[in-house]
């Protein structure tokens, strides 16, 4: 009996320490509190911290409240790796999981590397990274490899939901609806000044059919023109809406007589005239293509993210990790 006691004494201690070792299951997937630690990496964090201020991490370290803002990090990184590990089992759902021979060379290329350019053996690649506060170096290739699988993971969806590509018929439609968009209107060079005396007005005119130049006109009458330089055409903020009708009945070169609008004159040389249009569905193919694709791309995402909050509405999360400073 005392036998049976001791050994169940003994399992009932393994199942425990497994329990406690194991923080959360996503899905029957079990998250170890290694898996947990190299995520979170408070060593390096310590280390950093430690280096460029020794009193906060004084606080960190050797009190009740830094030790809770710890456990909140921990907490808080967490909860975002349980985050990707329901992306890659999402992904996996989906049927684009990554190759996990893919994602070991990978990992072993990116090691190869470091240790050539670091001339370094892997033992003392190793030694370097527990210095550095990064844990060994077989810890270093596990963060790697989940790194590299949730990255694949996400690539891999978005592909999946971003085939979507834009036709002929949809550019000529898009076209047709939004032609506005692609006329640009008919710009006129003109010359302004605004002025509430008709013999002011009038001599000004003279001086402006002579060529005298902007600056001289300016000078002599001790007036800044209104408008000199390119408008949009039937601009009404610009000038009132019943001299634009002259304006646009009038050739290149033309200085209009003396105009009064209320209490105001107005002389007004049309200096240049720029014809607009609306471009033609060639020329503004590439860019509507680009344009309904981005629309496509961003319905995709807005979809891949819906579909992934339903994937985790329905996942099954546990979390066995309880801490003893955060209630």
């Excluded at 009932?12 to 079990?30: E, H, P, W």
């Excluded at 060593?43 to 020794?54: A, F, G, P, S, W």
Aim: glycine share 4%.
């Amino acid at each position: 009996m005392k036998r049976l006691a001791v050994f169940l004494f003994l399992v009932l201690s393994l199942l425990t320490f497994a329990q406690q070792d194991i923080v959360a299951v996503v899905n029957g997937r079990n998250i170890t509190m290694d898996e947990w630690n190299r995520e979170a990496n408070v060593q390096k964090l310590l280390l950093d911290i430690q280096k460029t201020n020794q009193t906060f991490y004084t606080v960190l370290t050797n009190t009740q409240e830094g030790l809770a803002l710890l456990e909140r990090y921990k907490l808080a990184v967490l909860d975002q790796l349980i985050t990707k590990v329901l992306f890659i089992q999402f992904a996996e759902k989906k049927g684009v999981a990554p190759d996990d021979k893919d994602i070991k060379n990978y990992v072993d290329n990116e090691i190869k590397k470091m240790l050539t350019e670091a001339s370094m053996t892997e033992a003392e690649l190793n030694d370097y990274l527990v210095e550095l506060g990064m844990g060994t170096l077989n810890d270093y290739k596990e963060k790697l490899y989940f790194q590299r699988k949730y990255s694949l993971s996400i690539a891999n969806v978005y592909a999946q939901y971003l085939t979507a590509s834009v036709s002929d018929a949809e550019v000529k439609a898009y076209y047709e609806k939004n032609k506005e968009k692609y006329t640009v209107p008919s710009q006129y060079d003109l010359l302004v000044f605004k002025t509430n005396n008709k013999t002011t007005a009038d001599s000004l005119r003279q001086d402006v059919i002579r060529g005298t130049s902007v600056d001289d006109i300016s000078k002599k009458y001790n007036i800044s023109p209104l408008i000199n330089g390119w408008v949009n055409e039937n601009d009404t903020t610009k000038l009132p809406k019943n001299l634009w009708l002259l304006v646009t009945n009038s050739i290149k070169g033309t200085t209009l007589p003396v105009q009064q609008v209320g209490n105001e004159f107005y002389v007004i040389r049309v200096r240049d005239i720029k014809l607009g249009g609306t471009k033609t569905l060639n020329d503004v193919a590439e860019e509507i293509k680009k344009e309904l694709l981005a629309q496509k791309q961003e319905e995709a995402t807005k979809k891949v993210l819906a579909d992934f909050d339903e994937f985790k509405k329905t996942s099954k999360v546990e979390i066995r990790y309880k801490s003893n400073l955060i209630k």
